[in-house]
């Protein structure tokens, strides 16, 4: 079998690879940005210039800023071959509100979170809020891009130089957690976590921004809201970052590209390894539903080129014959066979 991991060139994405490669027959690691996806009456890949190979997997792993060409591209594929990710996926999981929407259609519990478009509005939010705040843009991976506003002075100030940008943002109430945060990355039906605590210059708990991991043992309350929040945006594998608080445990946001450093530090797990494990019974089963889907559409009605099998002077059917006519023992049958030509139809039951 033929698997393809799509990313920037990461340190994780390599540690996946080299997990695939003791598992699937060929491996190929492509780089995201030599990607070219043509949309319109025929979609069309190219890599390098060539067309997209054919794969039983393909696993795209890449930042905000690449959302759009990695949708296209999940698009056109996914039908074909197995995708840890549904091509929405791309655009919810790289922008903070759509995420935020998602979790509040399917009744996952969050941080109460505003969305502003420009410095004035923002600035209004802030009379409703308690401090301190947290401040985000849509996009931004690894802690990037949020700010901690301790006062509303500081917040005003925040807001405007984020104002300069001219994109929305998002105005979100601060949940106290000594600087702790769960990372939980979700992998088919299991769910590996780790606690991460945020050094003391840093109020980010995110591992990129100096945050130390630690293991952590989910309860079942936990791990079932990081399921679900994977599931209501069509992740198969990602993490979700969890703060825990007086109300419960609060979904913050969801990484379909996450490092895995950390987590494999923090718990002693090989977790690429499990993640590739897991693509690979999944392309398997994929492969398995395709042949059967392929073969149901042989009706009786269309011709199979194939060889005959004879034992002694009796002909031996191949298997899928015998698979799709649906005949057996029990069966009576009418048998026509004229010079070149052999027609078999059942007729009824054998009475017994």
Known sequence: MKAAIISIGSVSSRMIEEELKKKFDYVDHLKISELEVGVGEKGEIFYKGEPFKEYDAVYC????????LLRSLTTLIYKKCYTPMQPGTFSIAHDKLLTHLKFQDNGIPQPKTFVATNAEAGKKILRRMTFPVIIKLLGGTHGRGVIIAESIENARST?????LLKQPFLVQEYIATEGIDIRAVVIGEKVIAMKRKASREEGRANIHSGGTPEPVNLD???KKLALQAARVCGCDICAVDILPSSKGPLVLELNISPGL???TKATKKNVAGM???????KAQSLKEVVKKEVMKE???EQEVYSTLDFRGER?????VFTKFSQLTEDDEVSIIAKKGEIKIKKIGKIKK
């Open 275 to 281: 993640i590739a494990d897991f693509i690979f019974k």
């Open 298 to 300: 042989i009706l009786p």
């Open 220 to 222: 079942a309350k936990t």
């Open 159 to 163: 807001i405007d130089v984020i104002s």
């Open 261 to 263: 450093q950390g987590i």
């Open 61 to 68: 792993r890449g930042s905000y800023k690449y959302a759009g």
């Open 315 to 319: 002909i031996l059917l191949p298997a």
